[in-house]
């Protein structure tokens, strides 16, 4: 069943963007849940604790050290990922973004999403620290190429040119974030933005929940959308315990009738 929406706190919400001049979208896997992608781990998530066929967390087995040891494993599951994600559609939560970025700038996305969905809505000032599925280098030579997808490609996949092992440019548990994404989260916080939203992310690493607990100290306003629980919902401004594409949208459709008065 749909949570009733609080008309009130969105009006609100909806106030507080209406008069930001730079906000900041924290967005997690909850947030592409309404464009048919599982979470991984929370409500409906994909593995949610179980352990995978060959009996290693999921965790373990999307680690780096897998990979260096083996590979097939890894790769096994990066495959079963990019199958949930194959075909999928920005959703209203992603457009609404996208919309406010277009319509007056000053909104950067940090996202640890890997599927695309934010950069084909139509984000442009856009974070993507964990990487994505849709850039492949070369282990050996560092040829890199994008594809659409995984569809026809062996697994793992071999480098065109030397014949070495390919991987996607996504950061697997126990490596390194990417320098270029740090340091613009560094500066979009060190920066300042006047709205800070949490969006579909249990906020368990420190680098997301970070920004959020910045914002509480320099008395910004933050945003949590989130129908379950995270490490921040007790400590935001705001808490929609909705899902994200029901609750931008109904955020947009007050920004949009405010334009026309």
């Known amino acids: 069943m749909t949570a009733a929406p609080d008309e009130r706190l969105l009006d609100e919400i909806a106030a507080l963007c209406a008069g930001a001049r730079s906000m900041l979208f924290i ?9 048919g992608l599982p979470t991984y781990r929370g409500i409906g998530g994909l593995y949610n604790g179980n352990a995978t066929d060959e009996g290693y967390a999921i ?3 999307l680690s780096g050290e897998m990979m260096a040891s083996r590979p097939e494993i890894t790769w096994k599951y990066l495959a079963q990922i990019e199958a949930n994600c194959r075909g999928a559609q920005p ?7 996208a919309w406010l970025e277009q319509r ?5 996305v940090l996202t640890q999403n890997i599927d695309g969905l934010h950069r084909a809505a139509g984000s442009r000032d856009l974070i993507e620290i964990h990487g994505t599925l849709h850039r492949l280098s070369c282990t050996a030579c560092g040829l890199r190429r994008a594809v659409r997808d995984y569809g026809g490609m062996a697994m793992p996949p071999a480098c065109a040119d030397c014949g070495a092992m390919l991987r996607p440019d996504v950061v697997l548990f126990g490596e390194a974030l990417p320098l270029a994404a740090v340091q613009r989260l560094i500066a979009t916080i060190e920066r300042g933005v ?11 690493f420190p680098y997301i929940a970070e920004p959020v607990v910045d914002a509480l100290r320099r008395g910004v306003p933050t945003v949590e959308i989130n129908p379950g629980e995270s490490r921040v919902s007790d400590y935001v401004d705001y808490r929609l315990r909705l ?19």
């Open 194 to 204: 006047d709205l800070v939203f949490s969006i579909g992310t249990t906020s368990v």
């Open 27 to 35: 967005t997690g896997a909850g947030i592409s849940a309404d464009s």
């Open 59 to 61: 965790e373990e087995a």
């Open 104 to 108: 007056n700038g000053g909104v950067t």
């Open 243 to 261: 899902g994200a594409a029901q609750a931008m949208a109904a955020l947009r459709r007050r920004l949009e009738a405010a334009l026309t008065h």
């Open 91 to 97: 959703n209203a939560a992603h457009a609404a973004i």
